[in-house]
Each structure stands twice: as structure tokens, then as C-alpha cells.
């Protein structure tokens, strides 16, 4: 069984966004780090998540001035998490459940890091391919 802290394993720091800061500051800030969202952290703890979506939505699509709207105006405040201990399937099924394609992993109310819809896709993809693999050398060894 795979745990969320297995996907953490070897991550740089978490990218995260400040809610005072502008929405045209956060989406170059997105853009730069090649991510489609962050949680957005006050004081050291998650209070939300800025997703592409909510600059879509919530500013464009609003006519709103993105220079002069913050993130905290415009991010998602029901912030839907994971903590380290969870498995990778409890994080799937929460994904589906709420859908969102990001989770940030929160522990104590700190950002440890923010998986996406990508990184379960990955970690699904390399499980089964070792099943392959382990297959593949069960019967390669049967036949011997």
C-alpha cells in the first residue's frame, strides 16, 4: 500500500501563495513555476487554494482588475486536504469526491506539500507497471 508520504519522499519545499498578494502576481508566479494552483497560507497555515480555475472564474470571467484583486477575494476557502498518513486510494477517492484535480498535504494546519491529479496518475502507472514486471518474472521463472 502506497501513502502519501511515500509521494513527499525527495520533493523540494512546498510552492505556496500569500492571500495578500495580487491575482496577476500569483498567476506569473503560476506560470513561472509551471503549476495550475497553490495553497495560499497566512501566518504559516493553509487557509485556502488559488487554482487556475479561480483566476478563470472568479477574475476574468468577472471582469475583475487582476492587479488590483488579491487572492484571498478570489480562492477557494474550502480547502480540501491529505496528511501524510493517508493512503494514495483515500487520496484518489477524495479527488473524485470533491472535484478538484490538487491536494495540498497539510499536517498541523503547515503546507507539507501539494500533490495533483498528475502525481496519483504517476504513482497508479509505475504500481502497475512493477506488477508487470513482477508478473513477467513469475512466469518467465514457471517455464524455466
Known amino acids: 500500500m502506497l501513502y502519501v508520504r511515500d509521494l513527499l519522499r525527495n ?3 512546498p510552492t505556496v501563495l500569500a492571500g495578500e498578494i495580487s491575482v496577476l502576481e500569483a498567476a506569473r508566479f503560476l506560470r513561472s513555476k509551471r503549476i ?13 487554494f488559488c487554482s ?12 475583475r482588475d487582476p492587479d488590483r484583486t488579491r ?6 476557502r474550502e480547502l480540501v486536504t491529505c496528511n501524510p498518513d493517508d493512503t494514495v486510494a483515500e487520496c484518489e477517492a477524495r479527488l473524485r469526491a470533491h472535484r478538484c484535480r490538487h491536494l495540498p498535504v497539510v499536517e498541523g494546519g503547515r503546507v507539507l506539500g501539494c500533490l495533483s491529479l498528475r502525481d496519483f496518475l504517476q504513482s497508479d502507472l509505475q504500481e502497475r507497471q512493477a506488477e508487470v514486471e513482477q508478473l513477467s518474472a513469475y512466469i518467465r521463472s514457471a517455464g524455466a
Do not use: C, H, I, K
Open 11 to 13: 520533493r523540494p519545499a
Open 71 to 76: 487572492v484571498a477575494d478570489v480562492m477557494t
Open 52 to 63: 487556475e480555475r479561480d483566476l478563470v472564474y472568479r477574475v476574468l470571467a468577472s471582469g
Open 36 to 48: 495550475g494552483g497553490a495553497p495560499v497560507v497566512e501566518q504559516g497555515r493553509a487557509v485556502g
